[in-house]
């Protein structure tokens, strides 16, 4: 027996060891989920570099890894977000959203605000919604979407998730208030792992904006960091008319491992935007799945990665147009430093009937060590033959003419350099319309090439710009 089946089997005495306590507390419709899901990643394990899906990203470390359930943490939430040393978790924006907040898995009441609001949301965690009356709802389209079939991370997550939000938006109900869903994982003395499962519907005619925000940091005792790991499955469903603007954001400590899968499926004339946002994890699997399953349905895809030292990101999204009329356009762009190693795999996929699509993809990547690498694969899938579609790639470094230009008007070397960067940045980050995040994902920016600068100033004369380590 591998060291990995060996692995592997510590995961089956963990759905065996919450199989029986869910007796009681969970649905019968649901437990046989579990139990097919568990089967399957069974039959699936774990993906290798075989698999042309996961060529260019080795989860070994995951694999090889015993991590056990994370345990909840006794902190008082609103300490931990007052915390003057992980900054990040009281950011500005959250405190003008109504936040659903997880700590290592669990809900932290005190940082949420559950319940059904005057504008027609419905905001909790996924466990208190099989006993409130959303069962129905959830029933009908939870692991409906995101098919465990075919992925070994859905896979587990649908065998082993605990919690997660549960967020549903009348028809026809205009939310003004953003939406935050919160995340945070506090490293333990021994490898720890959680599973958030969301679950959002929008219904017909309605209109929301949702941020889903990862972040992760070391227990403040601990002398060393110790890895964890976050496999988080979201399944959002956009009614008939629908206009969703949902932002995911990654920011995990450098030992932390994270995949994320974000499944859409969308209505007729619905409109959905996602901004994905890594900026942390030694590695990340970021996952956008579009079903445009309704004639006149619209989906917009931005994605910025911003890496260095010896991270890794994986970003694989796939537009899906399932139905005639439908439009999509895709715009994902990579920073990286250092040893840094990167990926992107975009496919668009124009199914036989799916005529008068209109879609268009762009990977645009910039390289600012000789150590940092990039692999891009945009790919077109079309059965339709009255469609216009285009896709393109590019990866290069920094322009020194225009780092000329800058620094013949008085600017230094590294502020001409900072410059550039955060200005191909921007072109992601002004698509972001709530200004209040749009404003902190700057700074954020901003601070990481501040340290990168440092770095920089630690290492003269070793030529270049320092890798941009991780600062999380």
Known sequence: MTAVQEKQDLYFERFAALAEERETREPAWLRDIRRAAMDRF????????????????NVAPIARASFAPAR?????????????????????????????????????????????????????????????GSGPSVEAHLARHASYRDHS?????????????????QPNAVVEQPIALLFVTVGDAEPTMTHPRNLILVGAGAQ????EFHIG??????????????????????????IVDYTRIQQETDHGYHVGIVQTEQG????????????????????????????????????????????????????DHAKPHCASREVYKGVLDGHAAGVFNGKIA????????????????????????????????????????????????????????????????EDARNLLIQAFANDVLDRIKFEPLRTGLRKTLAARLGQARVNAAETEGEGGLSSLEEVG
């Open 268 to 319: 007729r004339s619905s409109s959905v935007t996602t901004h994905s946002i890594a900026l942390g994890a030694r590695l990340d699997r970021e996952e956008v799945r579009a079903v445009l399953n309704g004639e006149g349905a619209e989906a917009l895809l931005h994605g910025l990665y911003v890496i260095g030292g010896h991270q890794h990101v994986d970003n694989h999204t796939l537009i």
């Open 208 to 211: 929301a904006r949702l941020i």
């Open 153 to 169: 991370f859905v896979a587990l997550n649908t065998a082993l998730f605990e919690d997660g939000a549960f967020i549903h938006v």
């Open 42 to 57: 069974g039959e699936l394990g774990f993906p290798t570099t075989k698999n042309e899906e996961w060529r260019f990203t």
């Open 217 to 242: 940091f070391s227990r403040p005792d601990l002398q060393s960091a110790v890895p964890y790991f976050t496999n988080a499955v979201t399944e959002l469903v956009a009614g008939e008319g629908a």
């Open 350 to 413: 124009v199914r036989k009937d799916a005529q008068k699509t209109d879609s268009k993809q762009s990977n645009k990547n910039l390289l600012l060590s000789e150590d940092a690498t990039i692999n891009t694969k945009p790919q077109l899938e079309i059965f339709a033959d009255d469609v216009k579609c285009t896709h393109g790639a590019t990866i290069g470094q920094i322009d020194p003419e225009a780092v000329f230009y800058l620094r013949s008007r008085g600017i230094g070397l």
């Open 72 to 132: 909840a943490w006794s902190a008082r939430a609103r300490d931990l977000r007052a915390s003057a040393r992980y900054p990040s978790v009281g950011e500005p924006w959250i405190g003008t959203c109504r936040v659903v907040a997880f700590i290592n898995g669990h809900l932290a009441v005190e940082a949420s605000q559950p319940g059904t609001g005057p504008d027609g949301v419905r905001a909790m965690s996924l466990a208190a919604a099989f006993s409130n």
